[in-house]
Structures are given as structure tokens and as C-alpha cells.
């Protein structure tokens, strides 16, 4: 198989040189030809037909686009003819007459006289309604101070009394550390039970803690309160009849409250960092 002739040689030619024939073609069929009919026509391969079809077809859009702005320039719209107007003969027009300015009349200064200050006018509230109380200073707390003094004397001293007779007494809490160092027990009585009683009663009337705080508190202060009240008429009752052992059961009763205190006191705190 030979390759056609083209350009006056059959040797494989570049696509410059294969554009006129390719072009020629283009005009006779009025389209750009297929690939495949390069490949056929021009005896080449696939790369360089399709390298060959897209000039080609760059071409004839360049084409179109040449023929749409011949189109758009024959079409358009012709200039306005230029009117040339000769200069006016004779003598400028006299000016107009000038108006004479007018003068504002002169306008009087008004005087502003400042109002007077208005007096502040005072709420009234309805004639059955009482008025608020002015707030005062507060209430001194030394006096509270003064009367709690010798009731803690008392009651210390009643609940010490109470825990000699039901079994509290002197102990050696650090034995082989510190031997001589000794304590009474009797003391975590008053200092158990009535401190919590004094803090429950703060955290009830605070007001400021969780619902469920509070109402624990008022009834743990109560409670506590009133075991301090019968720890001291129990005590006095058995010195008054000059019994020296507390019986059994007041025992017991004594022996539990320093659980039972560090039991509510632990409540007590977890309560009051709660929230409802």
C-alpha cells in the first residue's frame, strides 16, 4: 500500500503541510470531515488525524466568528450627520437688568427665661397602705455572747458529769508515743452534741442552703437540743439522789451519741453541698 500523493510526494507529511488539502476537503464536504475520513484520505495515523481534525475545526469557528462581526458591522447604525450652525451676526444681546437684592428685615433677639427647678415630688402610696420601716442598724450580738457564757459552763460541766457516771473517764489516747499525754472522754459530749446543735440551728435559719438541707437541719437541731436538755436534767436527777453508776440503759443512751453526732454531722455537710 502506497500513500497517496499530496503536495507532489507520497512520503508521510506534516500536518502544516497536510492543512490546504485537509481545508480543501473541508469546503467540499461543508463540515469538518470524521477522523476515521482523515485517517482514510490522507493515509495517517490516529494521533495525527485528530491533531489534524482539531485545526480544522479551530478554523471554522474562527470562520463563523469572522463572519458574525462582518454581520454585526454591516448591520449597525450610521452616524449622525454633523450639523454645522453659523455664528449669530450682530451685536450680543444687552444684558438683563439686574434685580436689586432684598434685605431681611431685622429679627428681635428672643429672650429665654429659665424654668424654675421642680420640686421632687414624693411617692404617696394609698392612705390604708403602711409605710415600709426605714432599716436600722443592726441588732448587737456581745449581749448573746454574755448570757451564753455561763450556760456553757453548765452544760460542759453537766455533760463531763454524766460521762463519769456512765463510764467516760481519763485516757491515754497516744500509748507508747506519748504516755503521759491523757484526756477525759467525757468532753466529746458537750463538744460533740451541743456544737452540732448550735451549727444545724445556723444552717436552718441561714437560709441560704438547699430545701432539703434546711429541713434537715431544723429537725437535727431540734433533736439535738433536746438530747442536751435530757443529758442535763439526767445528770442532776442522779446526783440529786446521790447515785454514783448511771443505769444500763442511760449508759447505752450516752455511750451512742457521739456515733449518732458524727453520723448527722456527716449528713449535714453532704446536704448542704448538694443541689436540689
Not at 470531515?33 to 482523515?38: D, K
Not at 481534525?53 to 474562527?62: F, M, S, Y
Not at 451512742?256 to 453532704?270: D, F, K, S, T
Amino acid at each position: 500500500m502506497t500513500a497517496p500523493t499530496i503536495n507532489g510526494t507520497r512520503y508521510p507529511q506534516p500536518i502544516e503541510d497536510l492543512l490546504p488539502a485537509a481545508r480543501k476537503l473541508t469546503a467540499e464536504l461543508g463540515e469538518v470531515p470524521s477522523r476515521n475520513r482523515l485517517m482514510s484520505e490522507f493515509r495517517i495515523g490516529a494521533p495525527k488525524a485528530t491533531d489534524l481534525r482539531t485545526r480544522l475545526i479551530e478554523d471554522r469557528a474562527r470562520d463563523i466568528v469572522a463572519r458574525d462581526l462582518a454581520d454585526r458591522t454591516d448591520t449597525a447604525a450610521p452616524a449622525a450627520p454633523r450639523l454645522d450652525y453659523p455664528e449669530p451676526i450682530g451685536p450680543d444681546p444687552a444684558p438683563l437688568p439686574g434685580v436689586p437684592e432684598s434685605t431681611p428685615p431685622a429679627v428681635k433677639p428672643v429672650e429665654i427665661t429659665p424654668a424654675e427647678p421642680v420640686a421632687e415630688a414624693s411617692t404617696v402610696g394609698h392612705p390604708g397602705t403602711p409605710t415600709p420601716p426605714t432599716p436600722g442598724r443592726p441588732a448587737a450580738v456581745w449581749p448573746v455572747v454574755l448570757l451564753a457564757l455561763p450556760a456553757f459552763v453548765a452544760i460542759w460541766s453537766g455533760w463531763v458529769g454524766l460521762g463519769g457516771l456512765t463510764g467516760f473517764g481519763i485516757v491515754h489516747p497516744l500509748p507508747g508515743i506519748w504516755d503521759s499525754f491523757s484526756i477525759n472522754s467525757a468532753i466529746t459530749l458537750p463538744i460533740g452534741v451541743e456544737t452540732y446543735g448550735a451549727y444545724a440551728l445556723y444552717v436552718w435559719l441561714s437560709g441560704r442552703v438547699p430545701e432539703r438541707a434546711r429541713r434537715f437541719a431544723k429537725w437535727s437541731a431540734i433533736a439535738s437540743l433536746l438530747v442536751g436538755a435530757l443529758g442535763q436534767v439526767a445528770y442532776h436527777l442522779l446526783v440529786a439522789a446521790g447515785v454514783e453508776s448511771a443505769p444500763w440503759w442511760i449508759t447505752t443512751a450516752v455511750a451512742c451519741l457521739p456515733v449518732a453526732v458524727l453520723g448527722m454531722g456527716a449528713a449535714l455537710a453532704h446536704l448542704v453541698r448538694s443541689h436540689d
